[in-house]
Protein backbone atom coordinates (compact mmCIF):
# COMPACT_ATOMS: atom_id res chain seq x y z
CA UNK A 1 0.00 0.00 0.00
CA UNK A 2 1.55 3.42 -0.87
CA UNK A 3 0.66 6.34 1.84
CA UNK A 4 -1.56 8.43 1.20
CA UNK A 5 -0.89 11.77 -0.98
CA UNK A 6 -2.93 14.28 0.42
CA UNK A 7 -0.73 16.94 -1.10
CA UNK A 8 -0.07 15.91 -4.56
CA UNK A 9 -3.39 17.72 -5.51
CA UNK A 10 -1.89 20.92 -3.95
CA UNK A 11 1.06 21.01 -6.15
CA UNK A 12 -0.84 23.65 -8.19
CA UNK A 13 -2.93 25.60 -5.51
CA UNK A 14 -0.64 25.70 -2.35
CA UNK A 15 2.30 27.32 -3.65
CA UNK A 16 0.75 30.53 -4.53
CA UNK A 17 -0.92 29.92 -0.97
CA UNK A 18 2.80 29.26 0.87
CA UNK A 19 3.81 32.15 -1.15
CA UNK A 20 1.18 34.70 -0.23
CA UNK A 21 1.60 33.31 3.68
CA UNK A 22 5.59 33.96 3.49
CA UNK A 23 4.99 36.72 1.78
CA UNK A 24 2.93 38.60 4.77
CA UNK A 25 5.08 36.54 7.14
CA UNK A 26 8.36 38.41 5.20
CA UNK A 27 6.47 41.63 5.22
CA UNK A 28 5.50 41.48 8.61
CA UNK A 29 8.90 41.06 9.96
CA UNK A 30 10.24 43.55 7.76
CA UNK A 31 7.59 46.34 8.98
CA UNK A 32 8.67 45.17 12.57
CA UNK A 33 12.54 45.55 11.52
CA UNK A 34 11.89 48.72 10.22
CA UNK A 35 9.77 50.05 13.26
CA UNK A 36 12.66 48.42 15.77
CA UNK A 37 15.43 50.22 13.38
CA UNK A 38 13.54 53.40 13.70
CA UNK A 39 12.66 53.71 16.78
CA UNK A 40 15.10 54.50 19.49
CA UNK A 41 15.59 53.11 22.47
CA UNK A 42 14.12 54.76 25.60
CA UNK A 43 17.02 55.63 27.09
CA UNK A 44 18.13 57.56 23.95
CA UNK A 45 15.24 59.36 23.41
CA UNK A 46 15.37 60.53 26.80
CA UNK A 47 18.95 61.20 26.74
CA UNK A 48 19.02 63.65 23.12
CA UNK A 49 16.76 64.05 20.55
CA UNK A 50 17.59 62.62 17.01
CA UNK A 51 19.51 64.75 14.90
CA UNK A 52 18.43 65.34 11.25
CA UNK A 53 21.44 63.83 10.20
CA UNK A 54 20.53 60.43 12.12
CA UNK A 55 16.59 60.70 10.30
CA UNK A 56 17.61 61.43 6.99
CA UNK A 57 20.53 58.47 6.98
CA UNK A 58 19.19 55.34 5.65
CA UNK A 59 18.23 52.66 7.63
CA UNK A 60 19.87 49.24 6.95
CA UNK A 61 17.65 46.46 7.43
CA UNK A 62 18.52 42.62 7.45
CA UNK A 63 16.05 40.70 6.80
CA UNK A 64 17.24 37.09 7.65
CA UNK A 65 15.22 34.10 9.39
CA UNK A 66 12.72 35.42 11.33
CA UNK A 67 9.67 33.88 13.53
CA UNK A 68 7.16 35.56 12.80
CA UNK A 69 3.41 34.45 13.51
CA UNK A 70 0.83 34.70 11.84
CA UNK A 71 -2.53 35.55 13.67
CA UNK A 72 -5.49 33.04 14.44
CA UNK A 73 -7.92 35.34 11.68
CA UNK A 74 -4.54 34.94 8.70
CA UNK A 75 -4.47 31.47 9.59
CA UNK A 76 -8.34 30.44 9.32
CA UNK A 77 -8.13 32.76 5.89
CA UNK A 78 -5.23 30.82 4.62
CA UNK A 79 -6.76 27.29 5.74
CA UNK A 80 -10.02 28.35 3.79
CA UNK A 81 -8.10 29.19 0.56
CA UNK A 82 -6.27 26.31 0.49
CA UNK A 83 -9.77 24.45 1.03
CA UNK A 84 -11.70 26.36 -1.85
CA UNK A 85 -8.86 25.90 -4.39
CA UNK A 86 -8.12 22.29 -3.39
CA UNK A 87 -12.28 21.97 -3.61
CA UNK A 88 -12.23 23.15 -6.87
CA UNK A 89 -9.81 19.97 -7.84
CA UNK A 90 -12.35 17.95 -6.54
CA UNK A 91 -15.41 15.97 -7.80
CA UNK A 92 -18.18 16.79 -5.69
CA UNK A 93 -19.05 13.76 -3.50
CA UNK A 94 -21.72 11.28 -3.40
CA UNK A 95 -24.63 12.20 -0.61
CA UNK A 96 -25.21 9.84 1.78
CA UNK A 97 -28.55 9.31 0.54
CA UNK A 98 -27.20 8.32 -2.82
CA UNK A 99 -25.04 5.82 -1.13
CA UNK A 100 -27.40 4.74 1.42
CA UNK A 101 -25.00 5.58 4.10
CA UNK A 102 -24.90 7.30 7.16
CA UNK A 103 -23.35 11.14 6.70
CA UNK A 104 -19.97 10.61 7.94
CA UNK A 105 -19.46 11.48 11.98
CA UNK A 106 -16.92 14.42 11.09
CA UNK A 107 -16.94 16.23 8.16
CA UNK A 108 -13.41 15.68 6.89
CA UNK A 109 -12.41 18.15 4.31
CA UNK A 110 -9.10 16.76 3.86
CA UNK A 111 -6.90 17.50 0.67
CA UNK A 112 -6.47 14.96 -1.87
CA UNK A 113 -5.04 13.97 -5.05
CA UNK A 114 -6.86 13.49 -8.20
CA UNK A 115 -5.64 10.11 -7.99
CA UNK A 116 -7.60 9.61 -4.61
CA UNK A 117 -10.52 11.11 -6.46
CA UNK A 118 -10.69 8.86 -8.88
CA UNK A 119 -9.96 5.90 -6.19
CA UNK A 120 -12.98 6.90 -4.21
CA UNK A 121 -15.10 7.16 -7.68
CA UNK A 122 -14.02 3.70 -7.94
CA UNK A 123 -14.93 1.85 -4.82
CA UNK A 124 -18.25 3.80 -4.87
CA UNK A 125 -19.40 2.68 -8.08
CA UNK A 126 -18.28 -0.85 -7.04
CA UNK A 127 -20.24 -0.82 -3.68
CA UNK A 128 -22.81 0.18 -5.75
CA UNK A 129 -22.92 -1.91 -7.36
CA UNK A 130 -22.24 -4.87 -5.10
CA UNK A 131 -25.13 -4.13 -3.08
CA UNK A 132 -27.59 -4.13 -5.93
CA UNK A 133 -26.08 -7.58 -6.79
CA UNK A 134 -26.28 -8.85 -3.12
CA UNK A 135 -23.50 -10.59 -3.50
CA UNK A 136 -19.83 -9.17 -3.01
CA UNK A 137 -17.11 -11.50 -4.16
CA UNK A 138 -13.58 -12.50 -3.91
CA UNK A 139 -13.08 -10.64 -6.99
CA UNK A 140 -14.93 -7.37 -5.93
CA UNK A 141 -12.63 -7.52 -3.00
CA UNK A 142 -9.06 -8.03 -5.03
CA UNK A 143 -10.77 -5.39 -7.30
CA UNK A 144 -11.14 -2.57 -4.05
CA UNK A 145 -7.81 -3.78 -2.86
CA UNK A 146 -6.10 -2.69 -6.13
CA UNK A 147 -8.63 0.66 -6.08
CA UNK A 148 -8.09 1.10 -2.43
CA UNK A 149 -4.30 1.49 -3.34
CA UNK A 150 -3.81 5.42 -3.49
CA UNK A 151 -6.32 5.84 -0.14
CA UNK A 152 -5.79 6.71 3.19
CA UNK A 153 -7.17 3.94 5.93
CA UNK A 154 -10.14 6.44 7.05
CA UNK A 155 -11.22 6.94 3.10
CA UNK A 156 -11.16 3.34 2.47
CA UNK A 157 -13.27 2.91 5.58
CA UNK A 158 -15.86 5.62 4.73
CA UNK A 159 -15.31 3.98 1.34
CA UNK A 160 -16.57 0.87 2.13
CA UNK A 161 -19.08 1.57 4.78
CA UNK A 162 -22.11 1.48 2.92
CA UNK A 163 -20.99 -2.21 1.76
CA UNK A 164 -20.17 -3.23 5.16
CA UNK A 165 -23.55 -2.05 6.51
CA UNK A 166 -25.34 -4.04 3.44
CA UNK A 167 -23.55 -7.13 4.25
CA UNK A 168 -24.47 -6.83 8.66
CA UNK A 169 -28.19 -6.14 7.65
CA UNK A 170 -27.86 -9.53 5.55
CA UNK A 171 -28.72 -7.68 2.43
CA UNK A 172 -25.39 -8.53 0.73
CA UNK A 173 -23.89 -12.16 0.63
CA UNK A 174 -20.59 -12.42 1.15
CA UNK A 175 -19.29 -14.90 -1.91
CA UNK A 176 -16.35 -16.28 -1.18
CA UNK A 177 -14.05 -16.26 2.03
CA UNK A 178 -12.45 -13.13 3.91
CA UNK A 179 -12.52 -9.83 4.08
CA UNK A 180 -14.38 -7.55 2.43
CA UNK A 181 -11.89 -5.53 1.68
CA UNK B 1 7.66 -64.95 8.29
CA UNK B 2 9.18 -62.29 6.93
CA UNK B 3 5.52 -61.10 6.49
CA UNK B 4 4.56 -61.14 9.82
CA UNK B 5 7.97 -59.38 10.82
CA UNK B 6 7.15 -56.84 9.13
CA UNK B 7 3.13 -56.78 9.70
CA UNK B 8 4.38 -56.38 13.56
CA UNK B 9 6.71 -53.63 13.21
CA UNK B 10 4.25 -51.49 11.56
CA UNK B 11 1.56 -52.05 13.57
CA UNK B 12 3.67 -51.50 16.63
CA UNK B 13 4.70 -48.02 14.62
CA UNK B 14 1.13 -46.91 14.52
CA UNK B 15 0.67 -47.88 18.26
CA UNK B 16 3.76 -45.30 18.94
CA UNK B 17 2.30 -43.03 16.93
CA UNK B 18 -1.19 -42.51 18.47
CA UNK B 19 0.20 -43.41 22.01
CA UNK B 20 2.68 -39.61 21.33
CA UNK B 21 -1.12 -38.73 19.48
CA UNK B 22 -2.78 -38.68 22.34
CA UNK B 23 -0.17 -37.51 24.86
CA UNK B 24 0.37 -34.32 22.54
CA UNK B 25 -3.44 -33.97 22.50
CA UNK B 26 -3.94 -33.83 26.25
CA UNK B 27 -5.22 -31.19 28.19
CA UNK B 28 -8.64 -29.15 27.97
CA UNK B 29 -9.90 -28.44 24.60
CA UNK B 30 -13.00 -26.73 23.19
CA UNK B 31 -13.86 -26.14 19.78
CA UNK B 32 -16.05 -22.96 19.19
CA UNK B 33 -17.72 -22.25 16.02
CA UNK B 34 -18.80 -19.22 14.07
CA UNK B 35 -21.82 -17.57 15.42
CA UNK B 36 -23.12 -14.20 14.32
CA UNK B 37 -25.96 -12.17 14.89
CA UNK B 38 -26.99 -9.27 12.65
CA UNK B 39 -29.55 -8.01 14.55
CA UNK B 40 -27.21 -8.25 17.88
CA UNK B 41 -24.61 -6.87 15.75
CA UNK B 42 -21.88 -9.34 16.97
CA UNK B 43 -19.56 -12.35 15.45
CA UNK B 44 -17.85 -15.00 17.14
CA UNK B 45 -15.80 -17.70 17.50
CA UNK B 46 -12.74 -19.53 17.64
CA UNK B 47 -10.26 -19.79 14.63
CA UNK B 48 -9.95 -23.72 15.15
CA UNK B 49 -13.22 -24.14 15.50
CA UNK B 50 -14.27 -22.81 12.39
CA UNK B 51 -11.57 -24.05 9.94
CA UNK B 52 -12.67 -27.96 11.38
CA UNK B 53 -16.17 -27.54 11.18
CA UNK B 54 -17.76 -29.99 9.50
CA UNK B 55 -19.36 -27.51 6.98
CA UNK B 56 -17.69 -25.51 4.28
CA UNK B 57 -18.72 -21.72 5.28
CA UNK B 58 -17.62 -21.24 9.04
CA UNK B 59 -14.46 -18.54 9.18
CA UNK B 60 -13.76 -15.75 11.34
CA UNK B 61 -10.74 -13.25 11.59
CA UNK B 62 -9.25 -9.90 11.61
CA UNK B 63 -7.12 -7.69 9.43
CA UNK B 64 -4.74 -4.86 10.62
CA UNK B 65 -3.25 -3.27 7.86
CA UNK B 66 -0.62 -0.81 9.06
CA UNK B 67 0.72 1.68 6.71
CA UNK B 68 2.03 5.56 6.60
CA UNK B 69 -1.20 7.07 7.44
CA UNK B 70 -3.44 4.47 6.73
CA UNK B 71 -4.14 1.96 9.49
CA UNK B 72 -6.64 0.57 9.42
CA UNK B 73 -8.77 -2.62 11.06
CA UNK B 74 -11.18 -5.09 10.27
CA UNK B 75 -12.37 -7.98 11.68
CA UNK B 76 -15.40 -10.40 9.89
CA UNK B 77 -17.29 -13.28 10.23
CA UNK B 78 -18.93 -15.93 8.26
CA UNK B 79 -21.48 -18.77 10.52
CA UNK B 80 -22.05 -22.43 9.13
CA UNK B 81 -25.73 -20.74 7.72
CA UNK B 82 -23.33 -18.24 5.48
CA UNK B 83 -24.70 -14.94 7.66
CA UNK B 84 -21.86 -12.61 7.38
CA UNK B 85 -20.98 -9.57 9.76
CA UNK B 86 -18.01 -7.15 9.70
CA UNK B 87 -16.63 -4.30 11.10
CA UNK B 88 -14.05 -1.92 10.48
CA UNK B 89 -12.10 1.03 12.84
CA UNK B 90 -8.84 3.46 12.23
CA UNK B 91 -8.75 3.36 15.68
CA UNK B 92 -5.18 2.69 16.87
CA UNK B 93 -6.52 0.37 19.81
CA UNK B 94 -8.77 -1.83 17.68
CA UNK B 95 -5.85 -2.48 15.20
CA UNK B 96 -3.69 -3.32 17.72
CA UNK B 97 -6.12 -5.47 18.98
CA UNK B 98 -6.81 -7.06 15.77
CA UNK B 99 -3.22 -7.46 15.28
CA UNK B 100 -2.83 -10.34 17.91
CA UNK B 101 -4.99 -12.63 16.05
CA UNK B 102 -3.43 -15.53 16.07
CA UNK B 103 -4.18 -19.37 15.06
CA UNK B 104 -5.36 -20.27 18.29
CA UNK B 105 -7.29 -17.19 19.31
CA UNK B 106 -11.18 -16.71 20.06
CA UNK B 107 -12.67 -13.42 18.71
CA UNK B 108 -15.57 -11.68 19.73
CA UNK B 109 -16.42 -7.77 17.94
CA UNK B 110 -19.32 -6.25 17.99
CA UNK B 111 -20.85 -3.22 15.95
CA UNK B 112 -22.62 -0.13 15.64
CA UNK B 113 -25.17 0.37 12.70
CA UNK B 114 -22.10 1.88 10.23
CA UNK B 115 -20.19 -0.95 10.90
CA UNK B 116 -17.62 0.49 13.51
CA UNK B 117 -16.22 -1.91 15.69
CA UNK B 118 -17.74 -0.90 18.85
CA UNK B 119 -16.05 -4.07 20.70
CA UNK B 120 -12.81 -6.39 19.90
CA UNK B 121 -12.31 -9.35 22.26
CA UNK B 122 -8.96 -11.13 21.10
CA UNK B 123 -8.68 -14.58 24.03
CA UNK B 124 -5.51 -16.69 22.78
CA UNK B 125 -5.69 -19.64 24.87
CA UNK B 126 -4.14 -23.40 25.04
CA UNK B 127 -7.68 -24.67 24.98
CA UNK B 128 -8.55 -23.03 21.20
CA UNK B 129 -5.61 -25.16 19.77
CA UNK B 130 -6.79 -28.15 17.74
Redesign the interface.
Known sequence: ????EPRRAARSPLPRVLVAAVGIGAGAAAMHLLDSAHAPSPQAALAAPPSAATEERPVPVVIGPVSARLSDDDKHAIARMVREELGALQPAPASAADSG??PP?NDRSSPSSPAVAEARERVRVAVEQGIARGTWTDEDVMAMREAMVP???????DA??PL??A????RV??VG????? | MKTTLKTTLIVGLIAVGCLTASVARAGYHALYSVSVS?GS?YGSGSLPGARYSSDGNQ?I?C?S?L??????A?C?A?DAS?????????DPKYIAAAGTVTPASWIYFT?D???NCTLLEVNNASYFIN
Do not use: H, K, W
Open positions: LTPPAAEMSGQDRVIRVIVNEGRRRGPLF | QRYGIVGSGSPYSYTGNSASCMSTFQNG
